[in-house]
């Protein structure tokens, strides 16, 4: 499966942007989709996950109560849509895709070398 992040961009803390990560190649619908972040000399960061069947999601608590990821399969596409800000949060973004058809349809991971499919980053950059 191919990824396809986008929705990166410059905002004022306080503002919102919704990342979509679009799939090609496979249906997401057996995989367990997770994104990820990572700042400029830090080391990548789990941010959220949801289960292939969307039924489960679980969030880095940094981001929780600010972030909701999403899924809608039959677009083959992920959302995170990310509200107040932080200049914290800027960083590149990252979807991944962990293939979990062996595992419970409400499983997800956190751990990223569970993944194993990654597109490329949108960067996000939050202004104070």
């Known amino acids: 499966v191919q990824l396809q992040a986008s929705g990166g961009g410059l905002v004022q803390a306080g503002g919102s942007l919704r990342l979509s990560c679009a799939a090609s190649g496979r249906s997401i619908s057996n995989y367990a989709m997770g994104w990820f972040r990572q700042a400029p000399g830090e080391e990548r960061e789990f941010v959220s996950a949801?289960?292939?069947?969307?039924?489960?999601?679980g969030y880095a608590d940094s981001v929780k109560g600010r972030f909701t990821i999403s899924r809608d399969n039959a677009k083959n596409t992920v959302y995170l849509q990310m509200n107040s800000l932080k200049p914290e949060d800027t960083a590149d973004y990252y979807c991944?895709?962990?293939?979990?058809?062996?595992?419970?349809?409400?499983?997800?991971?956190?751990?990223?070398?569970?993944?194993?499919?990654w597109g490329q980053g949108t960067l996000v950059t939050v202004s104070s």
């Open positions: 949801i289960s292939r069947n969307g039924g489960s999601t």
């Open positions: 991944a895709a962990d293939w979990s058809m062996k595992r419970g349809r409400n499983y997800y991971t956190e751990a990223a070398h569970e993944y194993g499919y």
